[in-house]
């Protein structure tokens, strides 16, 4: 069964630093993907962030990177000069490629800091 | 309109009435979930359609009824609820199987409050 992992319930970060969310996952099956959302206070999920399974490079979007480490399972988030807009809950979620269940993880609160 | 629209945004209601959830996509998706999101819970899968078809039932009690019409619309049918029941109700749709970037589009929830 698939699960993940998120062990920071909560994180600071000073704005203009960059900061680093966890999350480890399992699987048994070879494909997936992997995703991150964020969830402001208003409720809405964003999607921010996308790595395959099969994708060599580690995924970037603009301020956000994921750290891919298929080895160890783990797909941490990477966010780049910090804003205090970025302040939200931070969700990291997979999917398996011939499934149609997305699974979630508990969830990270980052705080930015002025 | 693009995206994935819910409605209402807030509901109220008590423990003997029954009301409906709408969500509408207007992406091309097949596939649409209903996501239930309690405080200090991770997100719980409720229901799964692809193609109008229920693909999952994540045992959901049966004051909840799920309705997908269409691969555009999805309705979530409320009856006789419990005040544990109060949460964000999200859904979502995406592409359906397959490989590449299949991210789920969430709509802005429903906050429903049970009284």
């Known amino acids: 069964a698939q699960k993940i992992t998120q062990t920071q319930p909560g994180m600071f970060v000073q704005e203009k630093e960059a900061v680093t969310l966890d999350c480890t996952y399992d699987?048994?099956?070879?494909?997936?993907?992997l995703f991150w959302y964020k969830q402001p206070s208003s409720g809405e999920m964003i999607f921010l962030i996308y790595?395959?399974?099969?994708?060599?490079q580690n995924a970037t979007e603009g301020r956000y990177s994921l750290n891919f480490q298929k080895a160890r399972k783990s797909a941490n988030l990477v966010i780049s000069a910090s804003q205090l807009g970025d302040s939200a809950m931070y969700f990291c979620?997979?999917?398996?490629?011939?499934?149609?269940?997305?699974?979630f993880g508990p969830g990270t609160r980052l705080s930015a800091l002025p | 309109e693009t995206g994935v629209t819910q409605t209402p945004r807030h509901l109220v209601m008590g423990m003997t009435n029954k009301k409906s959830l709408k969500c509408e996509q207007h992406?091309?998706?097949?596939?649409m979930y209903w996501y239930k999101q309690s405080a200090k819970k991770p997100l719980e899968l409720m229901f799964v359609?692809?193609?109008?078809?229920?693909?999952e039932n994540n045992s959901v009690p049966s004051r909840f009824s799920p309705e997908c019409p269409n691969s555009s619309h999805l309705f979530l049918h409320l009856h006789t609820l419990q005040p544990e029941d109060s949460a964000l109700y999200l859904c979502?749709?995406?592409?359906?199987?397959?490989?590449?970037?299949?991210?789920?589009?969430f709509g802005q929830g429903t906050r429903l409050t049970v009284v």
């Open positions: 699987t048994s099956d070879q494909s997936y993907g």
């Open positions: 992406l091309g998706h097949n596939a």
């Open positions: 979620a997979m999917r398996e490629v011939y499934g149609q269940n997305f699974v």
């Open positions: 979502a749709s995406s592409r359906g199987q397959g490989i590449g970037n299949t991210e789920a589009f």
């Open positions: 790595q395959g399974s099969y994708d060599e």
């Open positions: 359609y692809n193609f109008k078809e229920q693909t």
